[in-house]
């Protein structure tokens, strides 16, 4: 019952229209006209329903045997729909509810023995029954789908294990009368199979256990103490009192100014001016580099930072006395040209190549991550699948052919809704003022960004992709290199054909068909050996001595399996045989050495043959009194040892 309005102090006001709130909503509603008890048994999610009986085989219960089918069907409409509104699946905030709802309905799938990942399966029964009066199911359909099977797929990898590992706890605590599974190991079941702590508590409850929650969080705080001891930058608490540095850095590359503070951290000074052109790493661009000056001192500026609206330089005295810094202090401030123009070339590039590759691959694309510094930029996107490479080749031209416009970029600050209005892209779960920054790169790009640009695109020069690989389910990393950076990439690349060229004799537009052949006669040569065999047992040497049939030969290439083939072949045209076989290498050799039965019988011992012959070719081995095989490493001695062994097969068994 709503009856006052409460403002900000506290103080109650009647309101004009007091009302009740029923929680009559649509489904509720549609539950009642319908005539049905639950709101699963509506047209809304009756569907869906059926289609997981279809998937599982398992008969829809109204009562508590019905629970897996009503939470994957409420779960996967509720992950359609965000999934399709632009959230995330991740580990972090809104992106790990999602994570958490899609987990525990992949569980109950598991439950009902479904075969394989199902929710994916039940996307389309949502898109079919919603997607007219919401079209943007219908237009995300294919995207949502594959996010999902992707994210199913990779939980169900540890969900067999982690569900192994709870049931053997269960049966341990029920022997030793415990009562709650310990915060210790429902930290293992999320730390290393992925289970978030609501589901571990569910599987709980089902078991008739309960859980140590509070232990699980002091688990998790401890967890999150150790990241935040391997941070590389934190900053001083006694900046805390400081004014927000006046950010003069969009205008001008130096100014003067007055040091405000400073402090030794890490090794490091860090230092707060009133006035800074220094930009704080901030929305993937590094933190400015450059020179702080004052009347007898200089400082190396290696990186800023930002501590709200504070501006942290991070510096290192280069000369006069650290004792000269001091509070009020008049300073000149001068960012580094040739870094903070590199870097706005990447950063410009980056926003291009979002706009490419949403043009390319669909509009599902969407910034995850990126990193801008001089030298490099990577860029995170969600993407359900690898990106094709003539994907990334359209996408480098789209990049390329922007640049070659020479668009001009065009920055303003207005009202968010406005911004949003003119099609300027923001990101899901990103906080955002009411005023914000539009960077504008012709009708190509429009994006909210707080960070430095170049003037107009034809001053990045030239962009060029280097890599493309996964970052985590969802999310592939794209890295690209632009201006001098690009071109001396490219450069390595020329000469490695031309080196190449040389090195195989052929012109640089023949290297790839004359690298081509020899694959395939590597190829060719490293199938032979179980064909060679019978050949080079046609071209054995096969004498008398005494009543032995003495078999021998040499042959280059032929490895141990051809050998001993080789010999299989040969002892079956007499009972008393005895076969060398020496295949010499590059440096190195192999030999094999083989009695057949009826003379070991007589005392014949393969050994005793071998090591007559053995350092001629620097082998040693061993093996069984019918046969010998081992290896050397003097190849040019096989005639030798092969000659010395024949010779001690004619001194007979034993000598």
């Not at 040209?337 to 706009?355: G, I, K, V, Y």
Request: charged share 30%; net charge negative; aromatic share 6%.
């Amino acid at each position: 019952f709503m009856q006052f309005s409460q403002s900000a102090d506290g103080e109650k006001t009647p309101l004009p229209r007091p009302s009740i709130d029923t929680g009559m909503g649509l489904e509720r509603m549609a539950m009642v006209m319908q005539g049905v008890d639950t709101v699963y048994e509506t047209d809304v999610l009756r569907g869906l329903i059926r289609e997981v009986e279809k998937l599982t085989g398992v008969a829809y219960d109204p009562g508590e045997k019905g629970v897996p089918h009503r939470v994957l069907a409420d779960h996967i409409r509720s992950l359609v729909f965000c999934l399709a509104d632009g959230a995330e699946i991740s580990n972090e905030g809104r992106g790990y509810v999602l994570r958490r709802i899609l987990r525990r309905a992949a569980r109950y799938g598991r439950k009902l023995q479904a075969e394989g990942s199902i929710l994916n399966r039940l996307v389309g029964v949502v898109v079919d029954s919603m997607g007219e009066a919401y079209p943007e199911l219908v237009d995300n359909q294919e995207f949502i789908t594959q996010v999902i099977r992707s994210e199913e797929d990779r939980f169900g990898k540890t969900l067999d294990r982690g569900i192994e590992l709870f049931e053997n706890e269960i049966g341990r605590m029920s022997g030793a009368g415990e009562k709650a599974v310990s915060g210790e190991k429902m930290y293992l079941l999320w730390d290393s199979y992925g289970f978030p702590a609501d589901l571990t508590q569910r599987m709980a409850e089902e078991a008739g256990f309960g859980v140590d929650m509070e232990r699980f969080e002091e688990c998790m705080g401890e967890q999150r103490e150790r990241s935040r001891q391997a941070s590389d930058f934190s900053v001083t608490t006694s900046f805390d009192s400081l004014p927000e540095t006046e950010f003069v850095g969009y205008e001008s590359l130096g100014c003067e100014g007055e040091l405000q503070a400073v402090e030794e951290a890490d090794g490091s000074l860090q230092v707060v001016l009133s006035r800074s052109p220094f930009y704080g790493e901030s929305g993937g661009q590094v933190g400015d580099q450059g020179v702080i000056s004052g009347a007898n001192f200089r400082l190396a500026v290696e990186n800023t930072q930002r501590d709200g609206g504070r501006m942290i330089h991070v510096c290192r005295l280069v000369e006069g006395e650290a004792g000269e810094l001091a509070a009020g202090a008049a300073v000149k401030a001068e960012v580094d040209d040739a870094t903070r123009r590199a870097t706005e070339c990447n950063h410009s590039a980056t926003h291009l190549l979002h706009a490419a590759l949403r043009e390319v691959l669909g509009e599902h694309v969407h910034q995850k991550g990126s990193l801008v510094d001089p030298s490099r930029l990577r860029f995170d996107v969600t993407h359900f699948s690898g990106i094709e490479p003539q994907e990334l080749q359209q996408a480098q031209e789209l990049v390329n052919r922007q640049v070659r416009a020479n668009l001009p970029v065009e920055i303003s600050e207005m009202d968010k809704d406005e911004a949003i209005e003119q099609g300027a892209m923001a990101f899901f779960g990103e906080k955002y003022g009411d005023r914000v920054r539009v960077v504008r790169m012709g009708d190509f790009s429009v994006e909210l960004c707080g960070g430095t640009h170049v003037s107009r695109t034809g001053d990045i020069g030239f962009f060029t992709l280097t890599s493309e690989g996964s970052v985590s389910s969802g999310v592939r990393r794209v890295e690209a290199l632009t201006a001098r950076q690009a071109e001396g990439w490219f450069d390595g690349r020329v000469q490695l054909v031309d080196d190449l060229s040389k090195l195989l004799k052929v012109s640089s537009d023949r290297v790839e068909e004359r690298v081509s052949r020899l694959l395939e006669e590597n190829k060719e040569l490293k199938t032979r050996e179980p064909a060679s065999a019978p050949a080079a047992a046609g071209d054995l040497e096969k004498k008398k001595i005494g009543d032995i049939l003495f078999v021998s030969g040499i042959f280059e290439g032929l490895e141990g399996k051809g050998l001993r083939d080789c010999f299989d072949r040969v002892k079956k045209e007499s009972d008393k045989v005895i076969a060398v076989l020496i295949a010499p290498g590059e440096g190195k050799v192999q030999v094999l050495v083989a009695v057949t039965p009826s003379l070991t019988a007589e005392g014949w011992k393969a050994a005793d043959v071998f090591q007559a012959g053995a350092e001629h070719i620097a082998a040693r081995g061993g093996g069984r009194p019918e046969m010998v095989q081992a290896g050397g490493t003097k190849p040019e001695g096989a005639r030798a040892a092969l000659e010395a062994m024949e010779s001690r097969v004619g001194q007979g068994p034993g000598e």
